[in-house]
């Protein structure tokens, strides 16, 4: 195990010294590249940054003022008919716009529930088998700057109700 250590350290230095090498090799001013990219990436991060700003405002209003609850309130008796449960209901909600948040959440049901029951347990596979579908769509796409998402939406949500689907199953059977 200790091999598995050493090797784990050893891999971002090594890395970073074959890019180096590599670049020289092919004759390629790294600095230049390196900062060309560094400010390519800030402007990308200033483009987004109103979008962020405005999911994490927008998810911690929906979660401070109880709509959530009452969201899952309401939906109960949909979710108790396919097995899955009411508490977790919010999690999955907030997961699709902000992973952040829903681990706030993931921590509230461990506090709760314990990380080791059944609902802890499957809030942490609903939490890895699902994505913030549409913190991911406006920052992938206005950066893009693509204005027609086509069946986006759609496919995203039918594959974050397989990925809950599969995780109520995978942790029932275990």
């Known amino acids: 195990m200790n091999v598995m250590y050493y090797i784990s350290d050893c891999m971002i230095p090594f890395v970073i010294l074959y890019l180096v090498g590599y670049g020289m090799c092919k004759k390629v001013n790294i600095f230049d590249e390196f900062i060309d990219g560094a400010e390519d990436g800030f402007r990308t991060v200033y483009k987004i940054m109103p979008t962020l700003i405005g999911l994490m405002v927008g998810v911690g209003v929906l979660r401070q003022s109880g709509f959530m609850e009452w969201l899952a309130g309401i939906l109960a008796p949909l979710v108790d008919f396919l097995h899955f449960p009411g508490e977790l ?51 992938y796409f206005m950066t893009a700057k693509v204005t027609k998402t086509r069946y986006t939406l759609t496919g995203a949500l039918i594959a974050t109700l397989a990925g809950a689907a599969a995780s109520v199953i995978l942790v029932g059977l275990g």
Not at 117 to 137: K, R
């Open 89 to 139: 209901l919010p999690l999955f909600i907030v997961k699709m716009f902000s992973s952040s948040a829903a681990t706030g959440l993931l921590l509230d049901v461990y506090k709760t529930y314990g990380a080791d029951s059944y609902l802890g347990t499957l809030a942490s596979v609903l939490m890895s088998c699902s994505e913030t579908i549409f913190y991911t769509m406006s920052v």
